[in-house]
Nanobody, 126 residues
Framework: QVRLVESGGGLVQARGSLRLSCAAS????????MGWFRQAPGKEREFVAG????????YYTDSVKGRFTISRDNAKNTLYLQMNSLKPEDTAVYYC???????????????????WGQGTQVTVSS
């Protein structure tokens, strides 16, 4: 079992920044690829960013490229999402997810992630 706990969400004005964290309760965090997803009201959950086991491979959805940065600290069992230049359309519940079946590559497919956090709300006001 892997428990994921997100933090760092909140209310921010447009063009502001937030840093999300996801703490994993596992000793094998460095064996997993990880991802961030988000879900806005009335919309399906969508991929935001993904990272491989080492942090050497990252991938972003087009709408956040150049504004968001995904990273991880395997010594602290923690995943991060630095969000800059936030826009009202970034408003959503943000979830971190772990794919414990592989450490390699990045996946945009939520069905390939087998553990999820409870989510943290990010609200961007205009």
């Amino acid at each position: 079992q892997v428990r994921l706990v997100e933090s760092g969400g909140g209310l921010v004005q447009a063009r502001g920044s937030l840093r999300l964290s996801c703490a994993a309760s596992t000793r094998t965090f460095s064996s997993y690829r990880m991802g961030w997803f988000r879900q806005a009201p009335g919309k399906e959950r969508e991929f935001v960013a993904g990272i491989n086991w080492s942090g050497g491979v990252t991938y972003y959805t087009d709408s956040v490229k150049g504004r968001f940065t995904i990273s991880r600290d395997n010594a602290k069992n923690t995943l991060y999402l630095q969000m800059n230049s936030l826009k009202p359309e970034d408003t959503a519940v943000y979830y971190c997810a772990a794919d414990t079946t592989t450490a390699w590559g990045v996946s945009e497919n939520p069905k390939e992630y087998n553990y999820w956090g409870q989510g943290t709300q990010v609200t961007v006001s205009s």
